[in-house]
């Protein structure tokens, strides 16, 4: 089902958007039980040291960055009757289902780092092709600068669906007497081996995917470098690690926070987090409205002033008000959604930029750098854990406690660094300088060249 060279609708239904988000429900379960439940629970459970588990995370997410621009390079490359995108969304579906088998339900108690290592990597390898496949797909589906706005915040809406679904699991299991957290866990990974054939398949069938026109990939290296070094590029990138470094330390440090700091178990915990992302899917409208009211680059400015704002407040209140602090979790939340799906189509619309000046379609190629940037923020946001193990903080808390220092630390690695980071998006992309006015003259010459190469 591959439209080549056709006119693409200036409106997608919204079946076929819905169809094409439900992958992002196996994927966003990935996404969040990579930086919050996977190194939480080989720490306390498995019985991997903290600071180690913070080494393999941020070695293997080394290792899976050198992958992402060799990933999005053949994708670019690739030319079949099914389309571009949607073989390599297909095979990653295997992977990930073997991988999800090991890493969550098939580990034991005394297991080793090489095992995590090992599992981690080919985990790493089948979630870059299915992101990035997914990524590229979405661009192609609607070209126009507000309508690309609209895909990508149905992309957001069911990842944090998928986020939201995936949380309520372990809670879920403990709450209603069917086991304890390690089989909270355990399911989890069949939830996600049972959604990933599922909602691939429906994609797959149900959602068409345009190949956009242009001169075969070329260049190698010296193209990546060249993708990198444009004002455009440069700013999405930069915003994209300061973006995904704050959130991944709030991931990596949740559960210590609450529990240790501010006295509440791992279910409220739990709760504050589900909370909190509940508020991103009510806020993500107003950011995707925003945007086509101010642009994009404005909307995720504000965006990101108020998020640093509203986390900060919502961070330092007293715990013991369990109601205050739900509250306050869903109202920081809001502004969540923002970054994550405007900074990807804000890349698709560089594309569009690229592809014009180059005649190369290198759509996947900048999303695998968009995924590098994102994959080396969440290897920074893993450092608090080596940190933490340098000053003596340990997972399980002794008897009295764990040492002041330790828990200083926490604190402010917890609520002030993700707040300063949040707040320096909005100075990144101050004169940025892929307006909406500017977006429109590139289509339309896209366009006109398209025609003429037709006639």
């Not at 990144?428 to 500017?438: F, G, H, S, V």
Request: charged share 10%; glycine share 10%; aromatic share 10%.
């Amino acid at each position: 089902m591959t439209d080549v060279a056709s006119p693409v609708p200036a409106r997608r239904s919204n079946g076929v958007l819905a169809a094409f988000s439900t992958v992002c429900l196996p994927l966003a379960a990935f996404g969040v039980a990579l930086p919050v439940t996977l190194p939480e629970y080989y720490a306390s459970h498995v019985g991997i040291d903290i600071a180690m588990v913070g080494y393999v995370f941020m070695a293997v997410r080394a290792i899976d960055i050198a992958f992402d621009p060799i990933i999005g390079a053949a994708m670019d490359r690739t030319r079949t009757r099914w389309g571009r995108y949607r073989p390599w969304m297909a095979a990653s579906a295997p992977v990930l289902m073997l991988a999800a088998l090991m890493i969550f339900v098939m580990v034991k108690p005394g297991a080793g780092p090489l095992y995590l290592f090992g599992w981690l990597l080919v985990l790493y390898l089948g979630f870059s092709v299915g992101t990035l496949s997914q990524l590229g797909w979405a661009s192609v589906l609607a070209p126009e600068y507000d309508q690309r706005s609209r895909v990508y915040a149905w992309w957001q809406a069911f990842n944090i669906i998928g986020v939201i679904a995936i949380l309520i699991l372990p809670a879920a299991v403990v709450q209603l007497g069917l086991g304890d957290y390690v089989a909270g866990v355990h399911i989890m990974g069949w939830a996600i081996i049972a959604a990933l054939p599922l909602t691939i398949s429906l994609a797959l069938a149900a959602v068409p995917e345009p190949v956009n026109p242009g001169d075969a990939p070329h260049g190698g290296l010296k193209a990546y470098w060249d993708i990198i070094r444009r004002p455009t590029v440069a700013r999405l990138l930069a915003a994209d690690i300061v973006l995904g470094v704050a959130p991944g330390i709030t991931g990596a440090l949740l559960f210590f926070f609450f529990d240790q700091i501010k006295g509440y178990d791992r279910t409220a915990a739990s709760i504050f987090m589900l909370l909190y992302f509940v508020g991103g899917l009510a806020g993500a409208p107003i950011w995707a409205r925003l945007a086509t009211k101010i642009g994009k680059h404005r909307a995720l400015a504000t965006a990101s002033l108020i998020f640093a704002g509203l986390y900060l407040i919502a961070t330092v209140l007293p715990g013991g008000n369990f109601a205050l602090t739900g509250a306050a979790m869903f109202i920081a939340g809001l502004p969540y959604a923002a970054g994550l799906f405007l900074l990807r189509a804000m890349m698709a619309d560089a594309g569009d930029e690229v592809r014009l000046e180059t005649g190369v379609d290198r759509t996947a190629l900048m999303f695998s750098i968009l995924s590098a940037t994102t994959k080396l923020g969440h290897v920074f946001a893993l450092i608090p854990y080596a940190v933490l193990g340098w000053v003596g903080f340990q997972a399980v808390a002794p008897e009295g406690g764990n040492n002041p220092t330790s828990l200083l630390v926490l604190q402010a690695m917890f609520v002030i660094v993700p707040a300063l980071l949040i707040a320096s998006a909005a100075l990144i992309l101050r004169r940025y300088p892929l307006t909406p006015a500017r977006h429109d003259e590139i289509r339309r010459a896209l366009e006109a060249r398209t025609g003429a190469v037709a006639e």
